[in-house]
Nanobody
Framework: QVQLVESGGGLVQAGGSLRLSCVGS????????MGWFRQAPGKEREFVAL????????AYADSVKGRFTISRDKPKNMVYLQMNSLKPEDTAVYYC??????????????WGQGTQVTVSS
């Protein structure tokens, strides 16, 4: 069974950068696509970024395109989300998830515990 643990969240000023990390365990981790999602208070969980099982394909929400970059390091079982030019509206709890190559949170069966990102104006 795949388990995921995120890290790297924190408080940053608008315009700053953060890199989130997600480490996976389990024999089948490398066969899953990996997604980053986020949830702000009072809002539904939303898609942020996606990377295919082999790292060859990526997808981004329009709101983060050009500012965020998703990548994975398969030998290390790691997935990263590099976030640049952060805005206050990026404030949320960020989750990594393992599943199919899909933008729908409902399609993902394995989630990490989440890491808080707060962007001050």
């Amino acid at each position: 069974q795949v388990q995921l643990v995120e890290s790297g969240g924190g408080l940053v000023q608008a315009g700053g950068s953060l890199r989130l990390s997600c480490v996976g365990s389990g024999r089948t981790f490398s066969t899953y696509a990996m997604g980053w999602f986020r949830q702000a208070p009072g809002k539904e969980r939303e898609f942020v970024a996606l990377v295919s099982w082999d790292g060859s394909s990526t997808a981004y929400a329009d709101s983060v395109k050009g500012r965020f970059t998703i990548s994975r390091d398969k030998p290390k079982n790691m997935v990263y989300l590099q976030m640049n030019s952060l805005k206050p509206e990026d404030t949320a709890v960020y989750y990594c998830a393992a599943g199919p190559y899909s933008r729908r949170a409902a399609d993902f069966g394995t989630w990490g515990q989440g890491t808080q990102v707060t962007v001050s104006s």
